[in-house]
């Protein structure tokens, strides 16, 4: 095993990531189309709704949209992060991603090249999607822009990482849409992406534990703090540690020999190496 082959190999799953998703345009455009009708109409209403005092990284009042930004960033990270783990259950029943998973490199490899081709994708995404909000004025300082791309990479591969792991759980495509529905919603509501936590906890503070421990929550504020030049530590410990997690259960999960795959007598069992 080389470091060639390894390279080879990465950029060949980035390469097939990217041809899909250049060949599917209309995932491109409902990436976009979610965090655009909160931008452009319910952002409206909240305007009015939610005054938003002065917080951290903000340095003056800022409009709901301007608040809400970096929450729809996270959301296409989101939602691409399922969308990506939906295609290893297709993968997995066409049988293309029997074929992967029984080639001689490691198996955490192949899963970490996978997942790092679809982060790729979210943050492609994620920065078309700032470029919009510039027209709704939501404009952050320019060295925001490359300052932030450390965060949408970590977060992105932590959302993906758990889809990775949620995805070994599901043998058949059909289930994960439902998989999907229980995980994404819970996520994004109970998070602070639409509101502050300030506010959530002022309504309730049962939602306010539950979205402070909400590992979606940390990704946004990372996101957020970056956006405008700031540095949270804590959600950066909480986004890096739950990646850690996530992507361990992942590969234990897709192990062969004692992943949820090999004592249900699924692909991976049945490929063995």
């Known amino acids: 095993m080389t470091a060639s082959l390894y ?6 799953i980035v390469v097939r990531e990217g041809l899909r998703f250049v060949h599917q345009r209309e ?45 729809l960033v996270g ?23 029997k074929t992967l998973l029984v080639s001689p490199l490691p198996r955490w490899y ?3 090249c996978k997942l790092l081709a679809g982060v790729l994708v979210s943050v ?39 889809g990775l792991l949620l995805s070994s759980f599901v043998r058949q495509l059909e ?4 998989v999907m529905n229980f995980v994404i919603f819970p996520m994004f509501f109970a998070s602070t992406a639409l509101y502050p936590l300030w506010r959530i906890r002022e309504g309730s503070p049962t ?18 703090f970056a956006l405008y030049l700031g540095f949270d530590r804590t959600a950066l ?5 739950s990646l850690l997690l996530f992507l361990g259960g992942a590969i234990l999960a897709y192990d062969p020999g004692r992943g949820f795959w090999a004592r249900r007598g699924g692909p991976a069992g049945q490929g063995g190496a």
């Open 7 to 12: 390279w080879r190999c990465l950029c060949s």
């Open 27 to 71: 995932r491109f455009f409902a990436a976009l189309v979610r965090p655009l009708v909160w931008l452009a109409i319910f952002a409206v209403g909240f305007r009015a709704v939610l005054g938003l005092s002065i917080i951290p990284p903000y340095e003056t009042y800022i409009l709901y949209e301007e608040y809400v930004v970096p929450g």
């Open 124 to 162: 492609v995404q994620a920065y078309v999607f700032l470029a919009v909000a510039w027209f709704w004025d939501v404009r952050p300082p320019p060295l925001g822009y490359l300052a932030v791309f450390p965060a949408l990479l970590l977060g992105g591969l932590m959302l993906g990482a758990l």
């Open 175 to 178: 289930n994960f849409a439902g």
């Open 110 to 112: 192949l899963l970490l």
């Open 207 to 224: 939602l306010a534990r539950v979205a402070e421990a909400n590992p979606f929550t940390h990704a946004v504020e990372l996101i957020r």
């Open 237 to 241: 410990l909480a986004v890096a540690g």
């Open 75 to 97: 959301m296409i990270q989101l939602f691409n992060g399922m969308q990506s783990s939906l295609s290893m259950v297709y993968d997995r029943e066409t049988g293309s991603m």
